[in-house]
């Protein structure tokens, strides 16, 4: 007996209409299939929005109700059927709310949100069942009514397919057995079908998950807490159970090795009446949730107190080593009193003496053996890879960043323009840009992906506020993410560029009044492509950028330069996320995803999220953002060239300005339609392949955009995963080996 859908074919079942009577002792057709081959031909509920899930995990209220909504035309039947007659239906099902309320922060995506509810509401019923067993008055009644009279041709016997020396189908059978001789006599006071009250909670709840609602027998049993096979066992002894105790027969002779269809199971469930809920059900749910919402924290509880309170007869306890002690042993007492004393410090100047002594000649021996080893030029030069790391180490220090420069920009014509910004930068990735004299700022918030510009158009009186929105971002390209401004397009991308560069050497200048290293480079960074020349100082003694200049030709086309880069341990709330002003004229375009955190990605139905195990240095994740179809209107990856993008995870990981972006989604029916999801860089791609992780032996392409920036992607089975962001080829081709 298995839960397999693809059992060999067997026999059809009997023809002939279904019985036409009603839910009291109503009788059923069966076949000789068994429940294995019995999958019910229904399609579960649908699910609700991964949005509202999201937004009631943040403790909204009008989210949590609109889930309770949705979900309530299925939770009233199964709680009412589980009960099977005793018990209230609103108080299990009223608890069960108010747990979910309470278990939302924690929820883990780890099942679907419907079946999350079904087993908070499962075990709701049960503990309604437990109660009213434990009501004394319900015991005298069943005292008064004397035991009950059972006939052995009511008990079910474990048929021959069953194999006697399974301890999990015996202990079905006996439970089975146990279950209807104690509930034989009382189906036909209930409403429900013979054989109904025979049935244990856990076996009712499998018929309507499975039955009723179109689960899967492997998405019930994990509701219930179950294996795979002990729920398949478990069903099937409910539908035999039924046929055998609705005196089902074929030919005119009983057989108890007949199993009722899973559809006529569901359609006799189907049609059992369920009490709807009262007039003052809703407004008391509600209170019930206020009071969850206003409820204070729980006082701090002194864990002495706490003991004493729980072992109050224990001798011996004394919080107070001073109290008496009750006759204690004089060990349990010596113990108390010395807990309490502090040891004498140790006289530790000449032990200190001796580690600095040791720390200096160490120290000293690894300058010496850095020198002699050191493959560095001799001529005050350093090769641009070895000046990266640290130029990322210094643009990443502090929580906050505040930068003022200086830009000039030249344009075709040769006109000419000056502005000085003011850029926040956090650790999260989160940025504002600010043009000094005029009303003109972006601001990134990484928490919500959300890009903001207010400005004003225009002079005088024709002069207007613009507001323009850009939600719903993901972490970065291939999708759409945030677009820096000026300078920090080019501020951002410094790391990168160093590394790219190589081992070409930087020679060391001054500029004004500070020591400098230089780097010049080619780039395509030009409107079309073009090649400009990129002048780069970065300050020899602090590792900040202190100049970056862009030239085509004669003609300077940018010169950005730092006016001061200061560290401050926190900004003002709204820093990353500007207020519109009254009156200004707003627009607003979303690309779809969702900002979230990893216990939800299950909920795009591919299963966990696919993490790197390997990061460089200093990268820590601050974006995950998921979204399952995109809104009408965005083209997929690749310029439209792919097909559309389904079941997205956006991954962000930040260090200073740098970012990496790793993202996951599905390939579709056909794996080989994919090309690459990247805007077409200079040069020309270079495949290579994994040796490591969940997409071991999968076959890459590997580029590299205008400011060294690296993009990595490929398909491996369903799958479409990239890499991309401020690390080299090799590091890309590392961290997509490493995701699992």
């Given at each position: 007996m298995t839960a397999a859908s693809d059992s060999p074919a067997t026999p059809p079942p009997p023809s002939g209409p279904l019985p036409t009577e009603g839910p009291q002792g109503a009788r059923l057709a069966v076949s000789a299939r068994p429940a294995a081959m019995a999958a019910a031909t229904r399609t579960p509920p649908p699910e609700v929005?991964?949005?509202?899930?999201?937004?009631?995990?943040?403790?909204?209220?009008?989210?949590?109700?609109?889930?309770?909504?949705?979900?309530?035309?299925?939770?009233?039947?199964?709680?009412?059927?589980?009960?099977?007659?005793?018990?209230?239906?609103?108080?299990?099902?009223?608890?069960?709310?108010?747990?979910?309320?309470?278990?939302?922060?924690?929820?883990?995506?780890?099942?679907?949100?419907?079946?999350?509810?079904?087993?908070?509401?499962?075990?709701?019923?049960?503990?309604?069942?437990?109660?009213?067993?434990?009501?004394?008055?319900?015991?005298?009644?069943?005292?008064?009514?004397?035991?009950?009279?059972?006939?052995?041709?009511?008990?079910?016997?474990?048929?021959?397919?069953?194999?006697?020396?399974?301890?999990?189908?015996?202990?079905?059978a006996i439970i089975e057995a146990r279950a209807l001789m104690g509930h034989a006599e009382e189906t036909?006071?209930?409403?429900?079908?013979?054989?109904?009250?025979?049935?244990?909670?856990?076996?009712?709840?499998?018929?309507?998950?499975v039955d009723l609602e179109g689960h899967t027998i492997k998405d019930a049993a994990r509701t219930l807490d179950a294996t795979t096979e002990r729920a398949a066992d478990r069903l099937e002894a409910t539908r035999r159970l039924l046929a055998r105790v609705g005196g089902v027969s074929r030919d005119g002779a009983d057989s108890t090795e007949d199993v009722v269809e899973a559809s006529e199971v569901g359609d006799l469930i189907g049609r059992l009446p369920v009490p709807p809920a009262p007039a003052g059900f809703w407004p008391m749910l509600g209170r019930r949730l206020l009071a969850e919402r206003a409820a204070p924290a729980a006082a701090a509880i002194d864990p002495r107190e706490l003991l004493a309170r729980t072992h109050p007869s224990e001798p011996g306890f004394h919080p107070d080593p001073d109290a008496p002690t009750n006759g204690v042993g004089t060990s349990v007492r010596d113990l108390a009193v010395h807990a309490g004393r502090v040891r004498p410090r140790r006289?530790?100047?000449?032990?200190?003496?001796?580690?600095?002594?040791?720390?200096?000649?160490?120290?000293?021996?690894?300058?010496a053996v850095k020198v002699g080893t050191?493959?560095?030029?001799?001529?005050?030069?350093?090769?641009?890879?070895?000046?990266?790391?640290?130029?990322?180490?210094?643009?990443?220090?502090?929580?906050?960043?505040?930068?003022?420069?200086?830009v000039t920009e030249t344009d075709a014509t040769g006109r000419r323009t000056e502005r000085r910004y003011q850029l926040v930068l956090a650790d999260d990735g989160s940025w504002a840009v600010s043009t000094e004299g005029t009303i003109d700022q972006t601001t990134y918030d990484v928490t919500d992906g959300l890009?903001?510009?207010?400005?004003?158009?225009?002079?005088?009186?024709?002069?207007?506020?613009?507001?323009?929105?850009?939600?719903?971002?993901?972490?970065?390209?291939?999708?759409?993410?945030?677009?820096?401004?000026?300078?920090?397009?080019?501020?951002?991308?410094?790391?990168?560029?160093?590394?790219?560069?190589?081992?070409?050497?930087?020679?060391?200048?001054?500029?004004?009044?500070?020591?400098?290293?230089?780097?010049?480079?080619?780039?395509?960074?030009?409107?079309?492509?073009?090649?400009?020349?990129?002048?780069?100082?970065?300050?020899?003694?602090?590792?900040?950028?202190?100049?970056?200049?862009?030239?085509?030709?004669?003609?300077?086309?940018?010169?950005?330069?730092?006016?001061?880069?200061?560290?401050?341990?926190?900004?003002?709330?709204?820093?990353?996320?500007?207020?519109?002003?009254?009156?200004?004229?707003?627009?607003?375009?979303?690309?779809?995803?969702?900002?979230?955190?990893?216990?939800?990605?299950?909920?795009?139905?591919?299963?966990?999220?696919?993490?790197?195990?390997?990061?460089?240095?200093?990268?820590?994740?601050?974006?995950?953002?998921?979204?399952?179809?995109?809104?009408?209107?965005?083209?997929?990856?690749?310029?439209?060239?792919?097909?559309?993008?389904?079941?997205?995870?956006?991954?962000?990981?930040?260090?200073?300005?740098?970012?990496?972006?790793?993202?996951?989604?599905?390939?579709?029916?056909?794996?080989?339609?994919w090309v690459s999801p990247f805007t077409p860089g200079p040069g020309t791609p270079k495949a290579r392949s994994l040796g490591d992780g969940m997409f071991n032996g999968a076959r890459v392409e590997v580029s590299t955009d205008a400011r060294g920036r690296s993009h990595l992607w490929g398909v491996s089975g369903d799958t479409v995963f990239t890499v991309a962001g401020d690390v080299t080829p090799d590091q890309a081709v590392r961290i997509a080996a490493s995701l699992r």
């Open positions: 929005e991964i949005k509202l899930v999201m937004a009631a995990r943040r403790g909204d209220p009008a989210a949590f109700a609109r889930m309770i909504e949705h979900w309530d035309a299925h939770l009233r039947p199964f709680v009412h059927h589980v009960l099977g007659g005793e018990g209230s239906t609103d108080r299990a099902l009223s608890a069960a709310y108010v747990r979910a309320y309470r278990a939302l922060p924690r929820y883990d995506a780890s099942q679907r949100p419907g079946l999350w509810l079904h087993r908070i509401a499962y075990l709701a019923a049960t503990d309604e069942l437990r109660r009213v067993a434990r009501d004394p008055a319900r015991r005298r009644a069943l005292a008064d009514a004397g035991p009950s009279r059972t006939h052995a041709d009511d008990i079910f016997t474990p048929t021959s397919d069953i194999d006697p020396t399974a301890d999990d189908e015996v202990e079905s036909g006071t209930t409403g429900l079908p013979a054989g109904w009250k025979a049935l244990a909670p856990d076996q009712r709840a499998l018929a309507v998950l006289d530790l100047r000449r032990a200190g003496v001796i580690v600095i002594v040791l720390v200096v000649v160490a120290a000293l021996v690894a300058v050191s493959s560095r030029v001799p001529d005050g030069t350093v090769a641009a890879a070895e000046l990266a790391p640290k130029v990322s180490n210094a643009m990443a220090d502090g929580s906050f960043r505040r930068v003022r420069t200086a890009l903001r510009r207010v400005a004003v158009i225009g002079q005088g009186e024709n002069a207007e506020v613009f507001a323009t929105d850009a939600t719903g971002l993901a972490a970065g390209s291939p999708d759409p993410g945030p677009t820096e401004p000026v300078p920090l397009d080019d501020l951002g991308a410094l790391p990168s560029l160093l590394r790219s560069a190589g081992q070409t050497r930087m020679n060391r200048a001054t500029l004004g009044e500070s020591a400098v290293y230089t780097l010049e480079a080619d780039r395509p960074t030009g409107p079309r492509d073009d090649v400009e020349h990129w002048t780069v100082s970065v300050a020899a003694s602090t590792s900040l950028p202190v100049e970056i200049v862009r030239r085509e030709g004669d003609r300077e086309v940018r010169r950005i330069r730092v006016l001061s880069w200061t560290t401050t341990p926190e900004v003002p709330a709204a820093s990353f996320r500007q207020p519109i002003p009254d009156g200004a004229r707003s627009t607003s375009a979303t690309s779809g995803f969702t900002a979230t955190d990893l216990t939800a990605v299950p909920l795009l139905g591919r299963g966990d999220a696919v993490n790197p195990g390997w990061l460089p240095g200093g990268f820590e994740m601050t974006v995950v953002a998921v979204r399952a179809e995109a809104p009408s209107g965005i083209p997929s990856t690749g310029a439209g060239r792919n097909p559309a993008d389904v079941a997205v995870l956006s991954l962000g990981y930040q260090r200073g300005p740098e970012r990496i972006v790793v993202t996951t989604r599905a390939a579709g029916t056909d794996p080989t339609a």
